[in-house]
């Protein structure tokens, strides 16, 4: 996800990405610890994907 996408992102629908992107990263991590994942790095860019959105909802809460 760029960052052009995530600043087009009203604050709600920004914490439900947050949310959903969460669960997905928690769901790629218990299957990688039974089978390893075919492209472990997918974990890598859900996890920059999560700080980036974390990130851009942090900065609108210190920008009010």
């Known amino acids: 996800m760029k960052t052009s996408e995530i600043k087009g992102l009203d604050a709600k629908a920004l914490a439900e990405r947050i949310e959903s992107e969460e669960a997905k990263l928690n769901q790629l991590k218990l299957n990688h610890a039974i089978t390893p994942?075919?492209?472990?790095?997918?974990?890598k860019a859900?996890?920059?994907?999560?700080?980036?959105?974390?990130?851009?909802?942090?900065?609108r809460e210190?920008?009010?």
């Open 62 to 64: 210190l920008n009010k």
């Open 46 to 59: 859900v996890r920059r994907d999560v700080a980036r959105l974390k990130t851009e909802l942090r900065q």
């Open 37 to 43: 994942l075919e492209n472990p790095s997918q974990i």
